[in-house]
């Protein structure tokens, strides 16, 4: 990165005060982590306010700093040579610098947007996978897809980058819309519509609303790809104004259809057919053929083979606790702990169960609160309960939340469900799956990010 004061300021509409031709090379937004001619953006977040560190990011090494022009009395500027750029709103200013810089990007040929409720990531994972086998593709930081995480996934572009695929989160209204505005993208892929962060966006229909703001940066020439299985996203056909591909497993009205679907359970792998070509991805489940789809058709769309479609997913890994799975001491760990919904654990029972037909053991999953959930918070931990017995599932439950999973399990099984325990410290699970697991069993970690799962399952490897 080598961009001068001046320019920024131009890029982002702010006003200079010193040093204008200062040579901007990296960039930063906590002043702990500053890196050699560092620009600090001084974010307001919701623990802290970056103004309050502007002068400990220059002292530690910046050149200049992005605040708001009415923060700027507050600063001792005198006898430093520091630049900085007022703005009205300085995460803006952010996006708008990480817009700019993108666009200094000749090679760059195409931008792929990922969002959905669940799964994003893993379409994120093989999108890049099969982009790879044409173009020097980069992605998304491991799991940066809000503004700042973006913002600095786009600071990270090669010379050499030819296509990039970012993944686009939200949790509240006009989050998306920002993120498309900057990233401009000629490719979107909306996966599905869940009840993720339902709490704050009210009904699926507000998710969907939320989601769709990916057209907001999208020129009308621009594709997008949209599951036909997924009602929500299917009741759009024909209203999005841009050039749309519907794929899917059940609706046969889709453009494009994977059929013969197949599970190899030992093997880690998924197999299925789109126009008589047989494909096989390194993942298990429906929802991950539905995940690998997405990654077809962009591979289409920039004119790869079947041949090198398949080479791509050959090369897949899904990304950190996001079902893994593996073999512990003779246990098969689903390692699913990233993050949950409802969708995301009913497809994890699905793999849970068919893992368990082939090792003949026994099925449980550890599991906690599902979090911002909101006024569906009851429904959501019901049906998990409801499926736990359905599926004969063992289950081990911690958070608030969560006791509403136990009480469904209760009530579904007519009143006693020895396999279901209901903690109130996370921290004794691992020493009570230890004392009746055994060789064989497949065991499922999953809950919400807060709900840190992955201490769990690390506590049940160092006991068991």
């Known amino acids: 990165m080598n961009l001068s004061i001046a320019e920024i300021a131009k890029a982002v509409k702010g006003e200079v005060i010193n040093n204008k031709e200062a040579i901007i090379k990296n960039m930063a937004i ?36 992005v605040v708001r022009k009415d923060s700027v009395k507050q600063f001792d500027l005198q006898n430093k040579n520091a630049a900085i750029i007022t703005v009205k709103d300085t995460l803006s200013a952010l996006l708008d610098t990480a817009k700019y810089y993108k666009s200094l990007f000749k090679n760059l040929d195409k931008t792929v947007a990922v969002t959905g409720s669940v799964g994003k990531t893993t379409a994120k994972e093989f999108i890049c996978s099969v982009l790879s086998e044409r173009f020097k593709t980069q992605k998304s930081l491991e799991n940066y897809n809000t503004d700042t995480g973006m913002s ?48 704050y966006l009210g009904s699926r229909e507000g998710i969907k609303k939320a989601k769709f703001e ?12 949209l599951n036909a299985d997924d009602p929500f996203l299917y009741s759009e056909k024909g209203k999005t104004g841009r050039r749309e591909h519907f794929f899917g497993l059940e609706n046969k009205d889709a453009g494009y259809i994977a ?26 489940g429906v929802h991950n053929i539905s995940n690998a789809m997405p990654a077809y058709i962009a591979g289409k769309l920039c004119g790869l083979s079947d041949e090198m479609i398949q080479a791509g997913f050959n090369n897949f890994k899904n990304a950190k606790m996001r079902q893994n799975i593996y073999e512990h001491n003779g246990i098969t760990i689903i390692d699913d702990c990233y993050n949950s919904s409802l969708e995301s654990v009913l497809a994890a029972f699905d793999v849970l169960d068919g893992i368990a037909a082939k090792t003949g053991g026994y099925k449980v999953a550890v599991l906690a609160d599902i979090l911002e ?24 439950l911690y958070g608030e939340k969560s006791k509403a999973t136990y009480d469904a399990i209760v009530k579904a099984s007519g009143g006693y469900w ?18 009746e697991v055994n060789k064989g069993d497949v065991i499922l970690f999953k809950a919400s990010r807060g709900m840190a799962m992955e201490t769990v399952l690390e506590d049940f490897k160092k006991l068991f």
């Open 259 to 284: 059929e013969n679907v197949s599970f190899d359970y030992e093997n880690n792998e998924s197999c299925f057919e789109i126009s008589g070509f047989k494909f096989k991805i390194p993942a298990v």
């Open 30 to 65: 906590d002043s702990r982590k500053i890196l050699p001619d560092s620009l600090f953006f001084a974010l307001k977040g919701e623990n802290a306010d970056g103004h309050n560190f502007v002068m400990q990011a220059l002292e530690s090494g910046a050149l200049g700093a």
């Open 214 to 225: 990916i057209l907001d940066g999208m020129s009308e020439s621009a594709d997008i790809i």
């Open 373 to 396: 959930s909101g006024d569906f918070s009851e429904e959501i931990h019901t049906k998990i309960g409801e499926a736990i017995v359905k599926k004969n599932i063992g289950a081990y």
């Open 152 to 199: 600095f996934t786009l600071f990270a572009l090669e010379e050499a980058t030819e296509a990039i695929v970012l993944e686009m989160g939200m949790n509240h209204f006009g989050e998306i819309k920002r993120l498309s505005e900057t990233a401009n993208p000629d490719t979107a892929v909306i996966n599905n519509i869940g009840t993720s962060h339902i709490e």
């Open 418 to 435: 020895d396999c279901c325990h209901s903690v109130e410290k996370s921290e004794t699970i691992a020493l009570q799956l230890c004392s």
